[in-house]
Structures are given as structure tokens and as C-alpha cells.
């Protein structure tokens, strides 16, 4: 049994709820506009198993680190990471292929900054976008969301809202 935390397009902004939220998985995915090679260094020392492909914002850094597609399996789901690849029935194009050939159980992406967790009755995968994590784009509410694989299964998604602290204005000045 493995716990997952997922976040994406963070677009450099670190949130030490991160770690919080993130200190009991057993893995991090972040599905791309991480924005720095710090933020990755960062998840890395919340949990020893990051994965992570880089988004169409990500620099040459990132881009020399990070694949922009990663498939594979963990506690016997296969997994397909990516940045850009939409939702079932509009998928992005070229992954609707993909997805037939590789035949995931979960599909993970960012890049739209709207939280979906949806099944693809169709191809049998649960397709997950974590919303955004970071305070760039026009989110209202920033996002991440965890869940756990056991022996082939996915259980216990759960969204976490990293809601920021209301400003009190400041009082008028006589």
C-alpha cells in the first residue's frame, strides 16, 4: 500500500503546507510547472520518491531533468504523468492514443489549473488533475489532492484546499 501526494503547476511558489500535507505518502507526483529546480529539491526532502514531468512553463533546467511523459506502475496500477492532457472526452491532442496503447489505470495531468478527478468508464482509468498548487493563473482556490494504490486499487482520494489567510484591511489612516 503506498500513499500519493499529488501537485502540479506550482510555477516556483513553495507552501510549506506542501510538506505538511505531503509528510505521510510514500510518493509525490507533480504533473509539471513546477516553475524551479528548488521546489523539486524541496518535495525531494519530504519524500524520497518524487516523479515529476516538466509543463509547457518549465525552463531548460527542468526540461533537462524531467521527461515530459512518465508511465509506470506502482503496487500494480499503471500510471501515465504528463502536463498537458485534458480530461475524458476532451483529451489533449495525441493522448487519447496514448492512453489506448499504454491502457493506464490512472492518468495524471496538470496544466488547466482545475481540479477533476474523474473515471473514463471507456478506457477503465481514473483520469486526476490536482488543480494548482501555486498562486499563479486564476485559481481561486489552490489545490492538492492525495490518494492511496493498493494491489491494483485506488482508495481514499482525498482534496486538500490550501486556502490563504484572509487579509484584514488596513484600518484608515485620520
Same mark, same amino acid.
Given at each position: 500500500?503506498?500513499?500519493?501526494?499529488?501537485?502540479?503547476?506550482?510555477?516556483?511558489?513553495?507552501?510549506?503546507?506542501?510538506?505538511?500535507?505531503?509528510?505521510?505518502?510514500?510518493?509525490?507526483?507533480?504533473?509539471?510547472?513546477?516553475?524551479?529546480?528548488?521546489?523539486?529539491?524541496?518535495?525531494?526532502?519530504?519524500?524520497?520518491?518524487?516523479?515529476?514531468?516538466?509543463? &509547457?512553463?518549465?525552463?531548460?533546467? @527542468?526540461?533537462?531533468? @524531467? +521527461?515530459?511523459?512518465?508511465?509506470?506502475?506502482?503496487?500494480?496500477?499503471?500510471?501515465?504523468?504528463?502536463?498537458?492532457?485534458?480530461? +475524458?472526452?476532451?483529451?489533449? +491532442?495525441?493522448?487519447?492514443?496514448?492512453?489506448?496503447?499504454?491502457? +493506464?489505470?490512472?492518468?495524471?495531468?496538470?496544466?488547466?489549473?482545475?481540479?477533476?478527478?474523474?473515471?473514463?468508464?471507456? @478506457?477503465?482509468? @481514473? /483520469?486526476?488533475?490536482?488543480? /494548482? /498548487?501555486?498562486?499563479?493563473?486564476?485559481?481561486?482556490?489552490?489545490?492538492?489532492?492525495?490518494?492511496?494504490?493498493?494491489?491494483? &486499487?485506488?482508495?481514499? /482520494?482525498?482534496?486538500?484546499?490550501?486556502?490563504?489567510?484572509?487579509?484584514?484591511?488596513?484600518?484608515?489612516?485620520?
Amino acid at each position: 500500500m503506498k500513499k500519493i501526494g499529488i501537485i502540479s503547476d506550482t510555477h516556483s511558489c513553495w507552501d510549506d503546507r506542501y510538506a505538511t500535507h505531503f509528510a505521510d505518502c510514500d510518493e509525490i507526483w507533480h504533473a509539471g510547472d513546477i516553475g524551479s529546480d528548488e521546489i523539486l529539491d524541496r518535495l525531494e526532502q519530504v519524500c524520497p520518491t518524487v516523479r515529476a514531468v516538466y509543463g &509547457n512553463a518549465d525552463g531548460q533546467s @527542468l526540461r533537462r531533468r @524531467l +521527461p515530459e511523459i512518465d508511465k509506470f506502475e506502482t503496487e500494480g496500477v499503471k500510471v501515465v504523468l504528463t502536463h498537458i492532457g485534458g480530461y +475524458p472526452g476532451r483529451y489533449a +491532442p495525441g493522448i487519447r492514443n496514448r492512453l489506448d496503447l499504454w491502457r +493506464p489505470k490512472l492518468f495524471v495531468c496538470g496544466h488547466s489549473h482545475i481540479l477533476k478527478i474523474i473515471p473514463d468508464r471507456q @478506457l477503465g482509468l @481514473l /483520469a486526476v488533475n490536482p488543480g /494548482a /498548487a501555486g498562486r499563479q493563473g486564476w485559481q481561486q482556490v489552490r489545490t492538492l489532492v492525495t490518494l492511496t494504490l493498493d494491489n491494483g &486499487n485506488i482508495t481514499h /482520494a482525498q482534496v486538500i484546499e490550501l486556502a490563504d489567510k484572509q487579509q484584514t484591511p488596513n484600518p484608515p489612516t485620520v
